[in-house]
């Protein structure tokens, strides 16, 4: 069965685009489950972060099982999209879709080189599979390997040295418009990883009038406990944090703008020419872009700091190189795996198909001859093993021959499925063999 990665992210669409896709952490088991109803799909991960939703599917069909996972994102939660998704979509076959997978766990394909929440919420979406069940034998050794792979660029390059992440290039952007943050009124609003990695960092720079507003009272209440300053305030405060503000740095899960015009003109009528600083890191976006236009407001979303931060890393930039190495090593250990699988399979596939024949064909003879004793019947069904045993014989040692040579592995298999048809009617969980080369 083939592997695709289906996907939008920060690298062509922008943020409008990637917030209406976006599925909330409590909506992935039931997506998941969504996504197990379709025919094609047999396997299925979804990696949804502020910067990119990819579906990666072990499918019975590449081609009809991309059309079902387009379908699934129309369908599920964006029916209602007023524009075409398909030249942000991104459809990667068999190895790239293994090497994609295996770079994003590495930091190489974030908006910023070596971000440290990635390999976490790569972690994440593997858990929430295997929660909803939607994990099957090969992805479930796809994303271990990512993981080992991210784990090793972690711990034995420098691609994650510094701290260095959106939420603290965002402290940076808002450091660049007010200058030293000591005595500054910042609010932050949300108390997530984003939030809480945005929180240390303004500590770090010397913040200390900081207002952590969250939905759920409590979780603002433990980050600003777990900090040390500052004080928490639940959504109904968020207008009188707003009116005191010099910086808002928000990031939270709402599928809506928890700033609005409305909200925000009000807020500086009565601020008497005071600036307010607006960094919003959430996708879906919690300020309203029009905001921009409302005099003394600046803001900058997720897609200004891709666009206007430009963060030197040179040490980031000198490790890419080793981490191309942990990549390719990883995509080759998984391609092995998987290809010997596919032999395995085949194999499997036709000593079942045998099988079933041989046995349907003694049963056949035995109605016909039920004058055979015990013992003849004995010899005749030994006869019939022998005689599978040495057709099967040369189909196991010429997927053996193939050795370590992933086409030619390919190709030996899928010429064994397609001459005995093996693939025409494939049992629950069964692995179709690709073409040579797909």
Not at 76 to 98: K, N, S
Not at 319 to 335: C, G, M, Y
Not at 336 to 364: C, F, H, I, T
Request: glycine share 6%; net charge positive.
């Amino acid at each position: 069965m083939p592997l695709v990665c289906l996907g939008i992210s920060h690298h062509e669409a922008p943020a409008e685009v990637r917030e209406r896709h976006a599925f909330p952490p409590e909506r992935m088991a039931e997506a998941l489950v969504a996504l197990r109803d379709y025919d094609c799909v047999r396997e299925a991960v979804m990696l949804s972060t502020c910067n990119r939703l990819e579906i990666y599917a072990n499918l019975t069909d590449a081609g009809a099982g991309v059309v079902q996972l387009k379908e699934f994102l129309l369908n599920f939660r964006h029916g209602d999209v007023a524009y075409d998704i398909e030249p942000y979509l991104y459809t990667l076959l068999e190895t790239a879709a293994i090497e994609h997978v295996i770079r994003v766990a590495t930091g190489l394909d974030s908006m910023l080189i070596g971000e440290a929440e990635i390999l976490g919420q790569v972690k994440e979406a593997y858990h929430q599979a295997r929660r909803a069940r939607s994990l099957g034998k090969t992805l479930h050794r796809l994303f271990r390997d990512a993981l080992k792979a991210g784990k090793a660029a972690r711990s034995s390059t420098a691609i994650g040295n510094a701290s260095v992440s959106v939420a603290t290039v965002a402290v940076t952007m808002a450091r660049s418009h007010v200058g030293s943050l000591e005595g500054k009124n910042i609010v932050l609003l949300g108390a997530g990883k984003m939030a809480r990695t945005a929180a240390k960092r303004l500590k770090l720079e010397g913040a200390r009038g900081l207002v952590v507003v969250n939905r759920t009272y409590e979780r603002a209440r433990e980050l600003v406990a777990d900090l040390g300053i500052g004080e928490a305030a639940n959504l109904a405060a968020l207008p009188g944090a707003l009116a005191n503000a010099d910086i808002v740095i928000t990031s939270t899960g709402a599928t809506h703008f928890l700033l609005t015009p409305p909200l925000i003109a009000r807020i500086m009528g009565g601020r008497a020419n005071r600036p307010l600083c607006l960094i919003d890191i959430a996708v879906p976006r919690d300020v309203d872009p029009t905001i921009r236009s409302i005099a003394g407001v600046s803001l900058t979303d997720i897609d200004t700091l891709k666009e206007t931060v430009h963060v030197t890393l040179k040490h980031r930039q000198q490790a890419i190189p080793l981490v191309e190495r942990i990549i390719d090593t990883h995509v080759k250990q998984f391609e092995r795996w998987y290809l010997a699988d596919v032999g395995l399979s085949v194999v499997a596939s036709l000593a079942r198909k045998a099988e079933a024949l041989r046995k349907a064909e003694l049963d056949r003879m035995f109605a016909r001859c039920p004058e055979l004793d015990k013992r003849q019947r004995t010899l005749v069904t030994g006869l019939s093993l022998r005689i599978v045993s040495k057709l099967l014989h040369p189909a196991i040692l010429s997927i053996r021959a193939a050795g370590d040579d992933p086409d030619e592995l390919a190709a030996r298999a899928h010429f064994i499925d397609e001459i005995y048809a093996l693939s025409d009617a494939p049992p629950a969980g069964e692995r179709k063999i690709p073409a040579a080369g797909a």
